[in-house]
């Protein structure tokens, strides 16, 4: 079994699509090590280069992403750049690749720039079917451009959860339920809680100017995360709650923050608000540690990484009731329904004022954690490359 992935959704900053195409490599890689899979490769947006050589150019250069806005903006004025781009990486792999040495190609970013290999892709939500007034119309348009094409001519379909698993085959009848796999993504334990991110928050709170007890917000800022319903409910909050926990948000800007950003004013000026923006993961475990409460009212999830790797941490979770996340968290949050800011708001100052119910969730939410791992979402890709095959 010779694996070749995609590369280019790990590049740059990397959000929830890329921190899962990064842990799979390096999970695939040490199953090479350990030879249960002859070859991986990553094609890098130019050439094919071995898994590890591709893991140690990831760790040896900060994630990059000052062109984002542009990037934006060239989508919006130009609609077709995407297809225009997908063109351009097809022919560079076709050249890089050597297609008849690989087995299977795995596309870990929903569309596909290639079909003459054996296809696995992952689908990642339906989003674009169910919400698709969370997406910015140019990526929209691409997905109904290009996914019924990727849908059909991929041998294995890899879905992050049995929700969106259930809403694929519900939304595209089409598609064999014999071809969709479930592979639950993983959490490092062992990274997530090592002793010297709790060394480190300190230095970390220093750093970023931040108090002692917070409620942190991590995950891309768009609509479909609801911070929107987030800022709402901290301002249903008693003035002397939010004085006590103030709200950080982090995470690389989205699309349409204009559902949110005006509403944070008010945060603004009452000095409750700290605004990080972008945080290196390296420094994501001791800000997940360092907060009192993690929060995440998402409205539509494909799975939910930034809540459980939290949970790893030791850090109580605040999580929306719906879609993937109750199946991926358990009994490790406490649940509020995300169209509800007085609900959204009661969880929270019950969450503020209830050590004892922290420290449970804190408990759980390791145990939880444990139970995923990027060895075993590894192994059970494989069996989807194998049934592919």
Known sequence: MRVLVDGWPMLGRRTGVGQYGLRLVGALADLEARSQVEAVGVFDGRRVVPAGDFLKSIAAH??????????????RLWPRCRDWADERRR?????????????????????SPQFELPLVTTVHDMGYLRYP???????LAWLRRRMAQTLSQSRSIITDSEFTRSELLQLCPQVDPGRVWVTHLGVDIEYFSDPLHLARRAELRSRFGLPRRFALYLGTLEPRKNLQGLVEAYGLLPPALQREYPLVLAGMPGWNQGYFRASLEMLRRRGVLFELGYVDSADVPALMKAASVFCFPSLYEGFGLPPLEAAACGTAVLSSNRASLPEVMGDAALYVDPASAADIAAGLARLFEDEPLRLRLAAAGQARAALFSWETCAQQTLAAYRAAA
């Open 62 to 75: 900060s994630a990059g992403g000052g062109r984002e806005g542009l990037k934006r903006i060239v989508r």
């Open 91 to 111: 022919r560079l792999l076709r050249r890089a690749s050597g297609i008849s040495q690989w087995t299977v190609f795995h596309e870990p970013n929903f569309v």
């Open 133 to 139: 007034e969370f997406l910015p119309k140019d990526r």
